[in-house]
């Protein structure tokens, strides 16, 4: 079936360290959705990445949609303590469904 | 601001009883979704409705689960009989359009424990 990989599955940082997270598939997508989802709440809608190497920022967090379409990544700047949850990427493989892949739990140590 | 509602926000049940889940999305979204998601894991998609018609429920154990969205508008998840296995985070989201282009909004989720 039509996966997608997640990695790290944890990740563990200083406040002020950056963090990456990894999405990746072996198929090409037609678009990729990042959530994220605080401990105990619900994922919120973070961004959507459609173009061949596109690239959006909002604040710290820098977002990547690989050339191929196949892979996508997540960079947190300087991370705060709100930045701490987990990190799902969503990509739809052109079923119009979002598959969401199994998440990077970020925790901060101050 | 607009949220999706759902209730109950907490359900125990013992195995075998049917429980079931509400979820009013947010007014004039067309499409509609439950998920499963177990600890630790991402949402799982269970069935996803375009206004009141079902457009994937691949992943339903239709043995055991129903959905409806009779009017296009609330919808509601049945599980019966539950097993120990369905102990999980059923959250209900929304979009305004097609899954996978629109922006998913979701519900606070009801946390199932079957005993």
């Known amino acids: 079936g039509q996966q997608v990989m997640q990695i790290p599955q944890y990740q563990h940082v200083q406040e002020g360290e950056d963090f990456t997270t990894y999405c990746n598939s072996s198929?090409?997508?037609?678009?990729i959705q990042w959530y994220k989802q605080r401990p105990g709440g619900h994922p919120v809608f973070l961004i959507q990445?459609?173009?061949?190497?596109e690239v959006k920022k909002q604040k710290r967090l820098t977002f990547q949609f690989g050339e191929a379409k196949k892979n996508s990544s997540l960079h947190i700047t300087a991370t705060q303590t709100t930045d701490v949850g987990t990190y799902f990427c969503?990509?739809?493989?052109?079923?119009?469904?979002?598959?969401f892949g199994t998440g990077t739990r970020l925790t901060i140590i101050p | 601001e607009a949220e999706v509602a759902q209730s109950p926000r907490y359900k125990i049940t013992e195995k075998s009883q049917a429980v079931a889940f509400w979820c009013d999305p947010i007014?004039?979204?067309?499409?509609l979704y439950w998920y499963r998601q177990i600890l630790g894991q991402g949402p799982e998609l269970l069935v996803q409705?375009?206004?009141?018609?079902?457009?994937?429920d691949s992943q339903l154990p239709k043995d055991r689960f129903s959905a409806e969205r009779l009017k296009g508008v609330d919808s509601t998840l049945k599980i019966q009989p539950a097993e120990l296995g369905d102990s999980a985070m059923y959250l209900c989201?929304?979009?305004?359009?097609?899954?996978?282009?629109?922006?998913?909004?979701f519900g606070p989720g009801t946390r199932l424990t079957v005993l």
């Open positions: 989201a929304s979009s305004l359009g097609l899954a996978g282009l629109d922006e998913q909004f």
């Open positions: 007014s004039g979204h067309a499409t």
């Open positions: 969503a990509p739809n493989f052109g079923n119009e469904k979002l598959t």
């Open positions: 990445l459609v173009k061949s190497g």
């Open positions: 198929t090409t997508l037609s678009n």
């Open positions: 409705f375009q206004d009141e018609s079902v457009v994937d």
